[in-house]
């Protein structure tokens, strides 16, 4: 097999693995990892022992055990710093480890101290891309493709490339143009897909997911895929399908699971949700999310005694779970309150009066807008004659009441189209709490997409003051700033948003278009 | 206060003195073999055996019409009801059912307005004359057989003539209906003609005056130009596309209307309350019950709302109404959530002497049982007294507090059925509905059971709840006079079911039939306290428990003793009537003449 059609052939087992922007990374790295152990040269033989290490490192990483390739790579490194294997493997693990940041050091440097830099810059290509350096990435990718002309796995970072850097309409041709080139492989397609949802098209999403299914039935996660495109068209009959179909490929794929279970309860059929997330349960018995929500239902069915059992159990769970992910950012701290404010809940109405009470000052300790909370402590505070607790159950109310409307406000805002009675909502919230940050938010939105730009910044000014620090205010405030003709203060605010880990999607990098070299 | 007792003079209208002596004779073999069943009853003993009565042999018919059978719209789903009412005071309760109609369905106003134009058909409410049980129809409903889209129904003597009056609810107008006394009902413009989504009324005398006010209970302000329907693919559920609402849709204040017939200077007859006080969120109301939480003499109005805080509405120091259900504990589930609230119902289940409340609810939520902890405080207890997982599965409407078995304890009757037709026929739309039995008796704890799903077929069969049904509302009388409960039981689109409760009782019957002097005459929030033996029971006068019906004004206690050692009655003007000594059968009790009729059982 000659190198080309090496590459060839991993291109085509990229497009049939099951797809995830995570594997197919980590199959990149594997495939030029290959490359250029075959390319590199040693550069003396002092370097066995190094090179044994390396070996070891290559091996860990396949094994996609990369905590530890990390760890031995970085002994290789730190034994001979100047050898651009290791460097690269190094880069390489790190990659893999999402350390973009020192990643790119190591790989910069043995594209520098390489003869042959192809892979080496396709994956650099990668790494620029994934922090946002679309410039570099661009011509990482070119320089990789130099010598690999129509290259499939080239072309479609590249084609990722023109995505990030706002050139929307390209680079969809050219994942089209890839679909259509290589009729057996998936990614693009799926790729459309992801960009259809992406652009609040599922219809469309599901169409390309489809597809992308015909070439590959038996990949779970296009399945999943199409699950959440359904979902999203509100078809919720067909996203359960869609979920049991993946499940069926691979009754381990939790992912798969999680969304079957969630999309059930969603549609009220809680009988079967519970079934799935047990059954999740007995293949990750510490996944806290599922347990919390076995928990609430547990609870909702008036299953004291057992739910403050599951939901101390998941409490316990998330709390370690954030502790191992620290250096991850952590997107199971909403499911840590609920749990404990699930958990105060019990207390309560199983007569756990000073329990309840603790755990509810608790909660407010770390979230004075926890609703839950409130109405613990006021309903606890009151039964045993505290007048105190008749501002608890104000608070509660009043937080409760807002949040209604912000959910009518969004409801309008976001599924019926209704920026009228959106804004009506999102006033009335206000109304009963001025500071609600998702209202500010919302009516931020509006305002903006009505042309009042300032008061729109303002706006949003507010609901970040409030607390509100997600991709959608982010998204909202550049797209704002840049429409007001604010565009330093636009850039900069994508800027911030990326340091704090957000993809802020396709609206905004249009709006904000990167240099047109990124997508030549 | 009147103080009476046995020895009192028997009063000139005992209407059967040869058959009083003869009870009187039996009372200690009754009594022996009422006290026998009461102790050490297990399941299997459970006596209520509700009997459903055909058509052809109770004589009430009624197809009941309340739009499409697809259900495209909000204003399709929650009716009828009706009232046991002895409209023409001959002792034996006749029947008012509240109808609807076929459609517009998207515009229930236009409908009723073009049904008014019709002539009398078989469209319309219905009223049933009962002849010793036995129903007839009364031709134009004795003048109340409007053509309307009608929801519920609440009855009491306004005027306190003797005869009491029917109001009746409706996606339109309300209405006012006088009883002349003559067997015939006229329409009574007495400023109670509001137009809206009139749901569950209660008369109940707010401002204490004596003269019993009216609160109305209302839903969504419903626009048809801007109600999303079937086929506009943005509500479902369980991913089957249904009608939209009632969130997003705009609710409807409730109408608080004064009674000022015996005010002089005053044109109408009743005036509404401030405005501003009463429901000023405009919640989604289905039903409300008058009971006096705080023991201090004054009916408190507590509402329940569909997916919004219930509300519950005491006097401030001005007497001016203040909603305090969010300090009450009543307002949310026990866990702090909006529920769908759907009926309420009050009664002391637990015998503490505090009346306790009950709100049913949506499918895959539980009903709330709201044990009264004193000062209308109340703590969620639906777990505690088993009645919240039996209900998960079920969507519950009208709640009664009834005796059922009679053993001096308050059992709990809860029509069922869905909201969507597009779910399961068969499973789901229609359901069974619930008959709780309270063991409190039996055990010393207040707990419910039902025998049904799971049970023994033979004794599901006994209670006669097999029945699968979209119903809707429920009122309890003893139509038969035979000194047990009944219950007549609406289902939407279909004909009502009479349930005759053919069990023995497990204690003695007492009725009371309370006629009022200085407060309303209906004696509306009247407390009876009644000691037999070991055993006390705390009842309170009210008749629009449940949804959208109303039932029977006497009351029905039982004696585990086999009489009444003492019988306290609190009038709701604040008077208070003694007894002692009282045997079984039944009593008229007129405020200010002591019992003025007596009959044994």
Known sequence: ?520 | MTRLSEAAPAPPYVRDLRDLVARALCAPLLVAIAATLAVGRSHAEDTAQLVAVGSDDSGISLQHRYGSPQKGYITEFGGSGGAWIDYDMDGWLDLFLVNGLDGPVDNPVAATIAALRQPPGDVGHRLFRSHRGSFVPVPEGGGAGDQAWGNGAATADVDSDGYPELFVTAIGTDRLYRNNGDGSFDPWRLGVEDEGWGASAAFTDWDGDGALDLYVTRYIDFDPLNTPTLGDRLCTYRGEEVFCGPEGLAGQVDLLYLNRLEHAGTEKGFVRADVALIDPEATYSFALVASDCDADGDAEIYVANDSMINQLYRRDEGGQPVDEALFSGAGYSGDGREQAGMSAASADYDGDGRFDLFVSNFQNDNNSLYRNLGGCVFDESSEASGLARVSHPYMGWAALFIDIDGDADQDLFVANGHIYPQLDPVESYAQRNHLFFNRLRETGVATFEEIGEGAPEELSQATGMQARAPSRSAFAGDYDNDADIDLLVTNLNEPPVLLRNDGDMAAAPLRLTLVGRSGNRSAYGARVTVRSGSTTQHVELHTSDGYLGASDRRLLVFLPSGRADALQIVWPGGAVTELVDVEPGSLIVDELYGVVARRAP
């Open chain 1, 1 to 520: 097999m000659s190198r080309r059609s090496c590459w060839w052939e991993g291109a085509r087992a990229f497009g049939s693995v099951r797809w995830s922007w995570s594997r197919v990374l980590v199959l990149v790295i594997v495939v030029s990892g290959l490359t250029l152990v075959v390319s590199l040269p040693l550069s003396s033989a002092a370097q066995t022992s190094t090179s044994a290490l390396v070996q070891r490192g290559i091996e860990l990483l396949e094994a996609n055990r990369v905590d530890e390739a990390v760890e031995e790579l970085r002994v290789a490194v730190r034994l001979s710093p100047a050898d651009p294997v290791g460097r690269y493997h190094f880069g390489r693990a790190l990659f893999a480890a999402r350390e973009l940041d020192e990643a790119l050091i190591h790989l910069e440097f043995a594209r520098d101290a390489t003869s042959e830099p192809g892979p080496v810059e396709f994956l650099l290509g990668q790494a620029y891309l994934e922090v946002g350096r679309l410039t570099e990435a661009a011509a990482a990718l070119e320089a990789a493709g130099a010598s690999r002309s129509d290259d499939p796995p080239i072309d479609y970072y590249r084609a990722e490339v023109c995505y990030r850097g706002g050139y929307i309409d390209r680079a969809r041709e050219w994942f089209a143009e890839l679909a259509e080139a290589s009729p057996g492989w998936g990614a693009p397609v799926v790729r459309l897909g992801v960009i259809a949802m992406q652009l609040s098209d599922p219809a469309l999403a599901a169409e390309q997911v489809e597809v992308a299914i015909q070439r590959s039935p038996d990949q779970p996660a296009l399945w999943l895929r199409l699950g959440g495109a359904h979902a999203a068209l509100g078809d919720a009959e067909a996203a359960i399908v869609a979920y049991r179909a993946a499940l069926e490929l691979s009754p381990a794929f939790v992912p798969a699971r999680v969304a079957l279970a969630s999309e059930l309860r969603i549609q009220r059929q809680e009988d079967e949700a519970l079934v799935e997330y047990r059954e999740i349960l007995r293949r990750s018995p510490n996944h806290g999310v599922a347990r919390l929500q076995v928990a609430e239902i547990l609870a909702g069915r008036g299953e004291r005694e057992v739910a403050l059992a599951e939901v101390e159990q998941a409490a316990n769970d998330l709390r370690e779970f954030a502790v191992a992910s620290a250096t991850d950012g952590d997107d199971r701290a909403p499911s840590r309150q609920s749990a404990a404010e699930l958990r105060a809940v019990l207390l309560m109405q199983l007569g756990r009066g000073d329990e309840a009470s603790a755990a509810a000052r608790a909660i407010l300790g770390a979230d004075p807008r926890s609703v839950k909370a409130y109405f613990v402590l006021g309903t606890i505070l009151i039964r045993g004659g505290d007048a105190l607790g008749q501002d608890h159950l104000r608070m509660f109310k009043r937080l409760t009441d807002a949040a209604e409307q912000r959910e009518l406000g969004d409801y309008n805002r976001k599924q019926v189209d209704d920026p009228e009675r959106a804004r009506a909502a999102y006033l009335q919230a206000l109304g009963h709490d001025p500071t609600d940050p998702g209202s500010l938010l919302g009516l931020g939105a509006l305002l903006r997409r009505a042309g009042d730009f300032e008061a729109a910044i303002e706006t949003l000014e507010a609901a970040a003051a409030a607390g509100r620090d997600d991709a959608e205010l982010h998204r909202e405030w550049v797209l704002a700033s840049l429409q007001a003709g604010r565009e330093e203060q636009a850039r900069a605010a994508l800027g911030r948003a990326r340091a704090a880990g957000h993809t802020l999607g396709p609206l905004v990098w249009s709006a904000l278009k990167a240099p047109a070299e990124v997508c030549s």
